[in-house]
């Protein structure tokens, strides 16, 4: 890859900021606040660097940024006045620009069209104009590109291009970028990375949000760290280093828990999958879990790790195969797979856990009715909201009261209403799709220790984590799952982040 | 965990075990707003216009009994596939078929008692009712066609299958038992309506008092619902008590429906119906049977449309191929004016039984009125657009309100919980209720 070297035009860049952000609350209804007083500000020139873990705010604030939501408290400042947008098209006239993880271009139109859609001065589409103002475009982010190819026929990095160029072609004062190398492959990074680079030459103010610290080393300028919605450090070139942001991104919580791995005894069996095939699988798996043991199961996106638990607990048709829960054999469903002791948390908490809807007490006793209801299926309220409150106790889930529609929750909250839904019946298996997937670095090791705490009570747990080192830290054992069939499988202690990662993309 | 740890455990939230009377009754007047009790206002704003303007143009009194008997007696049959296609509408599903399958059992009830006999009859014209719903159910549940569309089939099937049982012509039984069936006349003392009142309202005593624990559920429009039929029944037996007398078809209403809803609200499968209908997948991945759900409802609304079409049979002592055309969306739109979603997960018999009294209201109104029959379906759909308005710019304004008013609360609640800092984390957008704009 190439390296771009930061732009030495940066000290002309001291006029006043494109835009300053001064103080920015946010508190969505419910009770969450996603920001607490954070000041930015972006200069002309400058690339910025936003860092943060999931929930820390930055999309909050890019949102913010982009108009389209409003602050609750705090003070925009566009270009020396005052501002204060009520929607995206305010931003956007203002001059700033958008380019998302995966932006939304149009397949079946040609490159020239989608970077002009929308974007039309007038009603005439002038073609001669259009490609001779295309190509100045694609010289200032240095990308050479046919204008009349067709969309489809693009790769997921040029697409991404595209909507670079469609963005400047706002000939916007601020760009943001958000994660823009999140979807696409290493050689193609180099592009987008390039591109943030020459935009900044070009005297726009560059706002550069991205997971990977190194690119952010690569191409920032300056450097702000959101955690838990305030911003907790920020420094320029001089102070920049992998091991500051990740200091700050985390914290000191989650080493502490990390350093804190128990070690303890596992049981007999107590999840025996044998020769499982559903519809939705390439080939039959089989697999044991003990009880008080964490089995993690790792793998890229598509290799079957969410086809694989939900064919354990019965969601998906059964082709082939048995899964045996404390010596029973379960039949197929997920109603057999409930009554067996089998919990499943998914990887989609709003659409496929939770009624978004109800209150959390209702949400806490779905998986549960019938052990929570009196004689002839009447409902026992005082009981269901009484474990409601015990839960929010036990687990410190943050809400106003059991009485709080789960929408209105934060990710890390909502997770463990999840949770609660399974932990207080009785049950032996605990299957975990992404449990801490948009949930806050604090929410995150509570997820953890609770999981850990369910392990220590004799449960048995097979969860799928996208994040290795998490995983790691968290699970007894890791079995390799690639293209649906289970690779290799390794004690969690005999590995490291680097081997894992190697073997689920097949390069050991 | 064993008593004292319990009664331990709860003591965080002791300084709430005893809530305050207005936040008793504040919680309870949320289910007065607009959005949620607007099918009543509206009953009452007709009412009472119907009332002024028969006054004003010097015809009989509206609110005789004669005339509310007359309207309850023309609601009763609609209401009562109003409440079942309710709980369809809960379960997320949608049934045309209703009045189609209404008149076949009406058309199957007169055509076989002579030669069968009474029980008989009804019994095949039950089992026809809930053979068209198992069916729609299967079509719905089973083979994934879209319920819209096999009801709409079965609503034209079904109608064409009258006309073939009947043969495009009006029929009539000799036995009158049907007739007699229907004419049947319940009659309650007024001291009866009286206890029933009064055992109402010591419920909404007792549920008031019960409500000061935090434990307990917050008051809400089943506690209102109490002391208005309360009321109203005390009203009624010492004013009114000839309104006590009523025939079987309108005591069935009241009996269904009081039934039903006590059933969704207390009851297991109640809870899971309005699961599966507000997020399938939620509830099928807890353990919820959803084919069942699913399904079963169909299968009533087959059984209330053919129970209906056996009270219709015996009303008119005939049936004729067009009988009961229309009833479909009658009833459809007494729900959507009760406030039930057409999306799932949303709704309540009663209401939609006040809707089907609204409707009914009107068209009673123009003919007492003498206003002819020309205006009444205008009336009637642009009350019907008009409520949904009234429902979706309500609660909208009451979500920017909330959004408005989150602020104070929040940092109220950042505070208590300063003891545990890292709780208090950041949201991630993804919990918030903010709906995404591009």
Redesign the interface.
Known sequence: MVVVPPSASRLDAIESPTLEIRNITK??????????GVSLSLRAGVVHGLVGA????K??LI?IISG??RP??GEMVWLGSSTDWR??ADAQSAGVAVVHQQSPVVPALSVLENVYLGNEATGLWKPQERVTRFAALCERVSFVINPHTIVAELSVGDRQMVSILRALAQDPELILLDEPTASISPAERAGVLGAARSLAAAGVAVVFVSHFLNEVMQICDEVSVL????LVDEFDRDGMSVERMVEGIVGS?LHAIEATKPKHDVGDVILDVRGLQSTSMNSAVSLQVRRGEIVGIAGLLGSGRTSLLKAI?G?DRRVAGEVVVNGQSLAAS??A???GGVA?V?EDR?????????EIW?NTS??D??EL?RR????D??RE??LA??AR?EL?I?A??V?TAV????????QKVVFA?WIYKTHHVLLLDEPTA??????K??LIKLIRDLAERGIGVLVVLSEFEELLSLVDRVVVLRHGAIEMEFPADAVSVADLTASVGGLA | MTTQQQQHAEAPDAEALSQSVGTRLRSAGVSLRPQRAGVVYALILLVVILVITTIAMGQPAYLSSTNISNILGQVAPDAIIAVFMTVVLISGNFDLSVASVAALSAAIALETIDTIGTVPAILLALLVGAVVGFVNAILVQKVGVNAFIVTLGAMTAVRGVVLIVLNGESITAKSQALVTIDDVVLSFPFWVGALVGIGLLAIAVFRFRQARRSTALPLDGFFVALIISGVLLLVVSFTAPDLLTQPLPVWLMVFVTVGVSLGLRFLVPGRKLYAVGSNPEAARLSGINVNFYKMAPFVLSGLAAAAVGVIYAGRFDSVDPNALTGTELTVIAAAILGGTSLFGGAGYVGKSVLGTVILFTLSNGFNMLNLGSNYQYVVQGVVLVAASAVYTVASRSRRRRKVAEAAPPASTLSSTLSSTPTLTSAPTPTGAVAPERV
Request: glycine share 14%; proline share 6%; aromatic share 8%.
């Open positions: 508190t969505y209804p419910g009770g969450t606040q996603a920001l607490r999931n929930g820390a705010g999309s909050t949102k389209a939501e609750t408290t929607r995206p955690r838990d919605g305030e919580r607990f969601a997920p109603r797979a409930v009554n499943f998914p709003m659409s496929q856990g939770l009624i978004g809807d109800w209702r779905l998986a009715s019938r209801s002839f299926r009447f409902l309220v005082a909201r009484l409150n015990r106790r410190g943050v106003p009261s009485d929408k209105d929750l934060s990710g890390g909250n909502a839904k948009g949930v806050d670095v604090a929410g090791a509570d």
